[in-house]
Each structure stands twice: as structure tokens, then as C-alpha cells.
């Protein structure tokens, strides 16, 4: 930031009164935000707080710590935890490197043509709505979908996915590297175009070989968008595609699909729970910051590289 | 001064270096052959040609599996023979579902939400970008902090809910369009845009006698068509596809969206009832209605998507340039 002479002197009268044309630009955005964003940060307090629907938004009198005892003493809680916890690792572990191997791939690639179609078809399942998503899952892990008529060929039998507990993690990763390998590698492209090629004529001159330069040239290269979006993939860890799971869990597969976000949700607006739900909301919320932040932090330190 | 001129001699070089491999694809062919690609080389490039050509049939499998079943008759598809291409070609639903009104003023609906909240997300997001792109602006930093704290920490489902019902908003439109209005996201590749812009353009027009109002409308606007249709396509394609807002907030069937006729009937809500099925065979109507109303919903998206893509791209591109 250039410290401009003008930008100096004067306190917020001065600022005012030069500036009071922007200032006026900030006022409908900031009510947005402390209405529809801080607002419901506060109203967390019904977490402590008896709730009555239809009466004040912050809740009527104090209970303290009984709704967060009260989900810390609940399997069901805790069966969702460990769901989300499982599903959390699962998607880093399967969808967050996916991305980082296709655009190397697609770098390899020789022909733009081929490159470019490539990417045009496989950022598409990033721009269709959640319920389509939903939809094409639930349709092709149906009895008589594709999965199924795969199956039913190899092996003679078919499965029902969609119901069957064992099956709603591989269902639900599987889909979820469908939707996000494509998309995912945009930023790692963008980044390998902006490698400096003459590290590339260095390393060839040093004799190493095309796995090499990969190795010692392109990874270190991309390393800051590998982290930065490691960092802010743990920071939705949390809240593992809720929308997703809402449209294509049921009943029958809760052992494996229920995550925290559609417990709270069924506990909070299914049965009217809502102090109870906050809390858990909250607790939800806080791990989350609390993850991101402590990301952040270790990879300032080991890595140098921070979102802030 | 000797350090800067052989730094800009460097970039020319490379400038020059990475011209040549760009425009002469078949000289680095010949460069390459000279040093013999090793046949390792040569196998890897076939088989990671091959390797994303099966990507790519794998990721548009589902969306021509849905397409052959819409155009199927049921048998076939509860006899588990339709994949790639229609089996019993029929056209019946297609009729139906476009004969229902419910399916048409749910539509209507989509088109109306998506202009409401894209004209409002930019009216904000545009006014809340310029003015925090401005670096001697003060209290800029705490209006930054402001919108950025929000995209690690939210209240959550219950608070906004409880929120937005004594609000009165259910069953509005403002339900809908209010609660996501800024993406906190596009604010900042708003503000970063605004921040790259020449400052001599807008002192030159402060200099004319332009306010900060004319400046923006008359100077900068005109200058941000790119960033702005961009932002617009954002928009529009996320207000498009939404459906939790309406599904939360939305009880009578007149005011929702198509994403929520379509994610009624996955859920069995809508049957295929009200389409004169029978129940025997409700099932694989239903995989059929199903595979209509998708392609019906689906072919707006498709049609803006080559410009969407593009933009998207330059869009993130932009994003993704630190500050």
C-alpha cells in the first residue's frame, strides 16, 4: 500500500467530508452484512439460550451449557461426527489430489485442441445445479442404471447403492471427484502456465529427464496454490457437501451418511429443535475456523505460504 | 540502472523464448525429435491422450445417459437396458411435462429470482467493490475485514433461519434473493479489478469536475464491461441453480423455482401421479419424468455455457492474481 500525502492528515471528519460520496456506496452492502451475515452470527446465542419459534430471534431466557451437554451425550451426535470426520478424509484424500494430477496431465498434453476440448467438457459438471447432481446420481446407482447394468454383466449380481449403508461413501466420493476433478484444475492450469520456462531448459541442460522436471521443476512451482487451496479445503472439512447429501441420502443409509450439517438440520427445522441445533451448529462453526486457522498457520511456518 | 537493464534484456529473452515455443509448435517437435523422445516418452503420450479421452466420455456419460432415457420408453428402462442411446423412442413426456402448468410457472419463477437477484447482488456487490478499491479510502481495511471474516465463519443454518422467518420473508421472493447477495468471492475479484485500473483516468475526470458518483458511472462503468458481465454470469448462474433458500423458505407450490419441482420429484413429493401413471409402474416413470425435467432444466445452462466458461476462466484467472 502506497501511503498517499493526502491519505494522512485528517481524522474521519476530514475523510467524511472529501469522501462522503463512497462512504454512501458503502452503506446498502455493510447493512447486507450485518443483517444477513452478523446478524445470525449473534443470534447463535439461542444455543444458550430457550428458544421459542415465533418469539425473539435471540431466544427468552439463559439455560447455559444444557443444549451443548445434551449433544455431547447423544450417539446420534456423535455417529455424525464420526461420518463427517470419515467423509472429510475421504475427500481430501481422493478428490483434493485428483485435480493436481489431471492438470499435469493436461499439460503434457501437446495439441491445444485436444487441451482445450478436453477442459471445455470436463469443467461442466461445476456449472449444474446440486438437485441435476443429484438427480444423475441417484439415477445411475439406481437397480437399473448404468453402475448396476455394469455389474450385473461382470458379475451377475446387482446392488442396490442407493440404500445399502456399505455403499453411500464409495457413491457419494466417486461423484464427488465427477463433479470436481475438471474444475478443480483450473487453478493449478493457470499456474503452470506461469512457469518460467527457462527452469525447464536449466534442468534439461542438467540432464533430467521429463519425470524429473516434473518433479524438481512443475510441483515446486504450483506449490503455493497446492497449499493455499489445501488450506481452504480444510476449512470447509466441516461442511462436507451438505446440499449433496441432503438430496441423495435416506433412512436406510444414516450409518454412513449422516453428517453433522443434516443432523442439525433434521434435529433444528424436521423436529423444531432449534436451541438444540444451534449448538451444534455452533460447535460445527468453530471447528471450522478453528481448522482453517490452525492450516494456516503450520503452512506460514513450514511451508511460508498463508492465505493472510 | 546496469541490474535493470540487464533484468529487461532477461525478459525480452524470455519474452522472445517463450514466442518461438508458442508459434513454432513444429520446431519444438523437430528440437525434440533431434534429442530422440525415448520410446517411454512416446508410449506415455499416447496412453495420457487415451487416459483423457476416457475422462472425458466418463464425464459426459451421466449427462447422455439422461438424455437417452428421456427419450425412452419405461420398459426399457426398468428392464436396465438403456445407457448411451434411447431405447423405445417416446416423446410422451416431453409432452406432458410441457403441458403442466406447474412445470411452466415454476420456471417462470427461475427466470424471475435469477433477474431480481442478479440485479441486486450487482447493485451491491459494484457499489461495495469500487469503494473498497479505493486505497486511501479510510477505514477501508475494517470494510475488508468485514466481508472477509464472513467467508470463514457463518452463523449457520438455524440462526439464519430463525432470522429470516421474523423477518416475515417467508413466502417471498425476498427470501430467495436477500440472504446470498454477495458473494464475498466475486467482491474481491470486483475490488481487485477496480484496484488495477489507472488512477490517472479517474483524476483526469475528478480534474473535469466529475464527483465520485460521475466518475463511477460515467468514467469507470463504461470501462468494466468485461468485469461486469462476468460478474453477471456468476451470478445468474448460481441464482439459476440455487434451491436450498426456496427449499427452506418457500411452502406454497406456486412460487417455486424449477430446481425445486425437479428435487421434489427425486424425492418422490411430486409423483408421477398428477402425469396418470399407475403404481406398478411409478417407479420407472418417475426415472423417466425425472430424465425430462433435467434436460429441460439443463438446456439454459447449456446454452449460455460457452460464454459462461470463458468468462468463468478469466474470472477465476483474475481471482487468482495475489495482491
Partial sequence: MTGKPRNKPGGWKLAIKRDWRLYTLILLPLAYFAVFRYLPMVGNVIAFRQFQPGGNIFGEKWVGLKYVTLFINDPSFWQAFQNTVILGVLTLLFCFPMPIIFALLLNELRSQKFKKLIQTVTYLPHFMSVVIIAGMILQNFSMTGTVNQIGHTLFGTTVNFTQEAAWFRPMYISSEVWQTMGWGAILYLAALTRVDESLYEAARIDGANRWQQTWHVTLPAIRPTIITLLILNIGTFMAVGFEKILLIYNPLNYATSDVISTYLYRVGLESSNFSYAAAIGMFESVIGLTLILSANAISRRLAGTSLW | ?323
Avoid: H
Wanted: net charge positive; glycine share 8%; charged share 15%.
Fill in chain 2, 1 to 323: 540502472m546496469k541490474g535493470a537493464a540487464v533484468k529487461a534484456a532477461t525478459m525480452k529473452e524470455s519474452v522472445l523464448d517463450r514466442a518461438g515455443r508458442r508459434n513454432g509448435a513444429k520446431e519444438t517437435g523437430v528440437l525434440i525429435k533431434d534429442m530422440k523422445v525415448s520410446r517411454g516418452m512416446r508410449v506415455f503420450r499416447v496412453a495420457n491422450l487415451a487416459f483423457l479421452l476416457v475422462v472425458v466420455f466418463l464425464t459426459l456419460y451421466p449427462f447422455l445417459n439422461i438424455l437417452a432415457q428421456s427419450f425412452s420408453s419405461e420398459g426399457f428402462i426398468n428392464a436396465g437396458q438403456v445407457n448411451l442411446f434411447p431405447m423405445g423412442f417416446n416423446i410422451e413426456t416431453y409432452k406432458l411435462i410441457l403441458a403442466d402448468s406447474t412445470f411452466w410457472r415454476n420456471y417462470g419463477n427461475t427466470v424471475l429470482y435469477t433477474v431480481v437477484a442478479t440485479a441486486i447482488s450487482m447493485v451491491l456487490t459494484t457499489s461495495f467493490a469500487y469503494a473498497i478499491a479505493k486505497k486511501d479510502l479510510k477505514g477501508r481495511s475494517v470494510f475488508i475485514g468485514i466481508a472477509v471474516f464472513t467467508m470463514f465463519f457463518n452463523g449457520g443454518l438455524i440462526p439464519n433461519y430463525v432470522l429470516i422467518s421474523s423477518l416475515g420473508l417467508r413466502d417471498t421472493l425476498w427470501a430467495v434473493v436477500l440472504p446470498n447477495a454477495i458473494s464475498v468471492f466475486n467482491l474481491l475479484i470486483m475490488k481487485s479489478f477496480f484496484e488495477n485500473m489507472p488512477r490517472e483516468l479517474e483524476e483526469a475526470a475528478a480534474i473535469d469536475g466529475l464527483t465520485q458518483y460521475g466518475v463511477l458511472f460515467k468514467v469507470v462503468l463504461p470501462l468494466s464491461k468485461a468485469i461486469v458481465a462476468t460478474m453477471v454470469l456468476f451470478y445468474a448462474v448460481a441464482n439459476w441453480n440455487s434451491w436450498f433458500q426456496a427449499f427452506l423458505y418457500l411452502d406454497k407450490p406456486e412460487l417455486f423455482p424449477v430446481t425445486i419441482y425437479l428435487r421434489n420429484m427425486i424425492a418422490g413429493v411430486t409423483t408421477a401421479g398428477s402425469a396418470g401413471g399407475t403404481t406398478e409402474n411409478m417407479g420407472q416413470i418417475a426415472a423417466n419424468i425425472q430424465s425430462v425435467t433435467i434436460v429441460l432444466t439443463v438446456i439454459p445452462i447449456l446454452c449460455v455455457y460457452p460464454f459462461v466458461q470463458k468468462y468463468f476462466f478469466s474470472g477465476v484467472m483474475l481471482g487468482s492474481v495475489k495482491e
